[in-house]
């Protein structure tokens, strides 16, 4: 089951409004019940395969309290820690194992399996107390919402909020229904619309001309974020429907004026996740190394990054290329800082042309990922600049039919951006003394929306464009 | 009152939101299929007169109907002076919803054969009768009922892939009429069911929803969701096949194969059957009867590997369909043309296929531009060279010229 599908529409209101109306000690199983049928619609036994590997985490969970501060915790959380890093492994080098052959692949692997190994993680540290009961875990593991592609919640953030639900809050849901809204708009609208310009450029680099070049170059950041974006909207507007607050994956990465601050707003569970339980403890390991051992950790980190999205040479390419970004703005920011102190008109032209430099970075990183290979992606690098003299037959070119709807991605970029300030700042939940018309209007609104959206979902083609970070 | 104010306010705000929405799928681009037919108690489904709206699936083409119900400019019920009118019956292929009203076949036919007659007092007015769906029977009872009032004198009517298959009840599962032979004579089919609404209040009550839902993106969007999506999803919820009841029919097997079964073989006698009906129709109206059969997309298909690909996957030999119709043509004494070799000479010798639109692939589906040029060209030739209407009118355009001519000082 397709987030992006009207089935996934139907499942989501069924699920929510039963979750409304049991009691509160059956929420839980509910949850449980709900994500493991979710999960089974993609494939069974995956499912049960994600059931064994809870079952092995709750139970190591359990033994590693037990066993604290002995050293036979400290041997079995690196068993079952080696244990989940194959498992991953295993599965994500599988279609290059088996080359050419189709293999299933567990969804959302990655997400719950880093899931677990937080939770382990966090016991052995004494972080967090193991969870004693097994519904919960169960379903703090499988919650389908956060499985498809993240965000990555840590247990001493999900539990709580599930063991202690709240009560029933029109808000809440109303927020939950705006942010699911919002993520569709951001795929359907922008991130679809734009991937016709990026597909555009990447099907015409013999051309001749530099247009396809620039527009995939530029573009497909910004297909990515909203896509990307889109995803963890309406996987945090379920959890919010269904009672769980979900922390962030993004925080206006593009407004980043450096390459290490665009890592921390872009895909921040998973980078809060490394810097934690991998970075760190490299680090820490690698300190009397001295620069070597931040360059060494920074770069390792950021192939782990690249790698994780697949063995292949353009994301091995793509988390290199970060890795050496990274190195060189971290090793230059001290005297970069203490330049511009003494500089302050040319900090103030670095606060501007920082982000401009830093989405050219992350452009060049992305044509890697988006590359179908090493040699695309140097050829679509190098025709950056090739020809610029057709610039006008070249744009007609771009947005001749089928691409010639697709600009609507560009308002609908600037809408959902000024949507994510709103929500961000101020909240999508209606303000408390609101006039009691206002309030009618917004839940009329509301239920207007989701019947046009799941309308567009009955009407639209089955198999269209699914989520690009679905599949890591 | 104040919770009739509160309301009032909220239904405004509603219908504000709904505006919006429509505004937005139509920045966005966003069209589904509009509706172009009505109802009809003969035809069982025809075009609406006066109905207009967008064809997306093939291309984006906005189309109107004229006031008839016809794919063509607004006519008269009796021809001018000096007008000599072609009809032509088809399917969707001469309909061309696909393309600019004046790029369509019939309209490019008119032209050309005005072109010929240039300068004479003689002009020729081509009638577009096809219609998107349009079986050998509809097209039959199309020429029975509606076409004589324009007083053709010509006749081409276009049979194509799905002509058999379309044929017989055997192997057709559509809502259209049929014909049976009973005692060696073809009569309606008994089971035949006419549309429940096609009184003229039901029609007309049907027309006016049509012609507002073709306005509003969001109510064509309820349409389409409500009629395409509803049946997927059912069929979801089913977790099985739904049973047809009949078997499905390859319409190219009847196409490029003789007939495997007894059904085909009977499909086959029934098109024939109405086919002679139509020639008899025509003969008693006075009218020239011209066959034409318009072929499949892998005949026009220029690029060669892929139609010796298909012949050879499928196991086809020659082209049994438009040999037949072409025996069946020399049978009843009346002139056939035969698209295909001619098209796709025109889609080589062009290296560019005849069908196909920028959302669709290439070489599949109805005629482009470039097709309906290619075919126009194609019937305007071969009318010229054998069309006895079209003959003596030249001769007498001739004589016409050549008395002006002898009368210029």
């Not at chain 1, 956060?146 to 539990?159: D, E, M, N, T």
């Not at chain 1, 013999?206 to 950041?221: D, K, R, T």
């Not at chain 1, 390991?285 to 001295?290: D, Q, Y």
């Not at chain 2, 698209?339 to 010798?349: C, G, H, N, R």
Request: glycine share 6%.
């Amino acid at each position: 089951m397709q987030f992006f599908s009207f089935d996934f529409l139907l499942f989501l209101a069924i699920t929510a409004i039963v979750f409304r109306v049991i009691p509160r000690r059956w929420r839980g199983h509910w949850i449980l019940l709900a994500s493991y049928a979710f999960y089974c619609t993609w494939d069974v036994r995956m499912a049960i395969l994600l059931l064994v590997a809870t079952v092995f985490c709750f139970v190591a969970g359990l033994q590693i309290r037990e066993l604290r501060n002995r050293k036979a915790a400290s041997v079995l959380t690196l068993g079952a820690v080696s244990a989940f890093v194959l498992y991953l492994a295993f599965f994500k080098a599988r279609p290059l194992i088996a080359s050419g052959a189709s293999v299933a692949i567990p969804l959302g692997i990655s997400y719950y399996t880093f899931r677990l190994i937080s939770y382990l993680l966090d016991v052995y540290w004494g972080k967090y107390d193991a969870e004693r009961q097994f519904v919960p875990f169960a379903a703090y593991v499988a919650f389908f919402p956060h499985l498809v592609a993240g965000p990555i919640q840590r247990a001493s953030s999900f539990l709580p909020q599930l063991n202690a639900p709240q009560n029933w809050q029109s808000n809440s849901v109303l927020a939950g229904l705006a942010r699911i809204m919002l993520g569709f708009f951001k795929k359907s609208v922008v991130a679809d619309n734009l991937g016709l310009f990026v597909d555009y450029g990447y099907q015409h680099m013999q051309s001749g001309s530099a247009i396809p070049h620039l527009a995939a170059f530029y573009l497909y950041p910004l297909q990515l974020y909203a896509d990307f974006g889109g995803l963890t909207d309406i996987a945090i507007g379920t959890g919010l429907l269904l009672g769980i607050e979900s922390p962030e994956n993004f925080d206006l990465p593009f407004w980043a004026t450096s390459i290490t601050e665009f890592w921390r707003r872009w895909h921040m569970t998973l980078t809060s996740f490394l810097r934690d339980y991998v970075f760190i403890p490299l680090r820490m390991a690698t300190r009397s190394w001295g620069q070597f051992g931040l360059i060494l950790s920074l770069i390792l980190i950021m192939l782990l990054i690249g790698i994780w999205h697949g063995f292949s040479m353009g994301f091995l390419a793509f988390g290199l290329f970060h890795g050496i970004a990274l190195t060189i703005d971290t090793m230059s920011s001290s005297r970069c800082k203490k330049y511009y102190q003494r500089n302050p008109r040319v900090a103030l032209t670095a606060a501007f042309f920082g982000p401009v430099l830093t989405y050219n970075i992350v452009s060049v990183g992305n044509t890697f990922f988006r590359a179908p290979s090493l040699g695309s992606a140097a050829q679509m690098l190098g025709g950056l600049t090739s020809n610029l003299t057709h610039i006008g037959s070249g744009l007609s070119a771009l947005v001749a039919p089928p691409n010639h709807y697709a600009w609507v991605a560009f308002p609908g970029l600037v809408l959902a951006e000024i949507a994510d300030w709103i929500r961000s700042h101020k909240g999508l939940k209606l303000p408390a003394l609101a006039p009691r018309w206002i309030r009618w209007s917004a839940y009329a609104c509301m239920t207007l929306t989701c019947i046009f959206v799941a309308l567009l979902f009955l009407a639209r083609q089955p198999g269209a464009d699914p989520f690009v970070y679905a599949k890591f | 009152m104040r919770n009739f104010r509160d309301f009032v306010l909220a239904a405004v705000c509603v219908i504000a939101y709904a505006a919006i929405w429509e505004m937005a799928l139509r920045m966005v681009g966003v069209r589904y299929d509009y509706s172009f037919y009505q109802a009809d108690p003969v035809l069982y489904a025809k075009y609406r007169p006066n109905a207009e709206g967008w064809e997306v699936k093939e291309s984006e083409n906005f189309v109107r109907m004229n006031s008839f119900g016809m794919r063509d400019r607004e006519r008269t019920l009796t021809p001018a002076q000096g007008t000599t009118r072609i009809a032509v019956l088809g399917d969707s292929l001469e309909a061309g919803m696909q393309v600019p009203l004046e790029k369509t076949m019939a309209q490019l036919l008119e032209h050309i054969l005005n072109d010929k007659f240039t300068g004479s007092r003689h002009s020729i007015e081509v009638l577009n009768f096809a219609q998107g769906g349009a079986t050998i029977a509809q097209e039959c009872l199309m020429l029975r009922d509606r076409v004589w009032a324009f007083q053709p004198q010509i006749v081409i009517l276009f049979v194509g892939s799905t002509s058999i298959p379309t044929a017989t009840r055997q192997l057709s599962a559509s809502d259209t009429p049929f014909y049976i032979f009973s005692g060696g004579r073809l009569i309606p089919d008994p089971k035949n069911q006419p549309p429940a609404d096609s009184s003229s209040e039901a029609i007309r009550q049907h027309d006016a929803v049509s012609n507002l839902m073709n306005r509003y993106r969001l109510l064509l969007l309820v349409r389409k969701a409500t009629q395409d999506g509803v049946d997927r999803e059912r069929a979801k919820l089913s977790f099985m096949r739904r049973p047809t009841g009949q078997r499905q029919y390859n319409p190219m097997d009847t196409w490029f194969q003789p007939p495997a079964t007894a059904e085909e073989q009977n499909a086959w006698y029934v098109a024939e059957g109405l086919l002679s009906l139509a020639i008899e129709d025509a003969r008693h109206h006075g009218a020239e009867f011209w066959l034409a059969s318009s072929g499949t997309e892998i005949e026009d298909n220029p690029n060669a590997s892929q139609r010796e690909a298909f012949f050879k996957e499928h196991n086809y030999g020659v082209t049994y369909a438009e040999n037949r119709f072409g025996v069946f043509a020399t049978t009843e004494g009346i002139p056939y043309i035969r698209l295909e070799p001619d098209l796709l000479q025109y889609a080589e010798s062009n290296m560019t296929p005849v069908r196909g639109f920028f959302n669709t692939q290439p070489n599949r589906g109805h005629w482009n531009e470039r097709g309906n040029s290619a075919v126009a060209c194609i019937v305007a030739d071969r009318l010229l060279k054998g069309s006895d209407v079209l003959r003596s009118l030249a001769e007498a355009s001739s004589s016409v010229l050549s008395d002006s001519q002898k009368s210029t000082p």
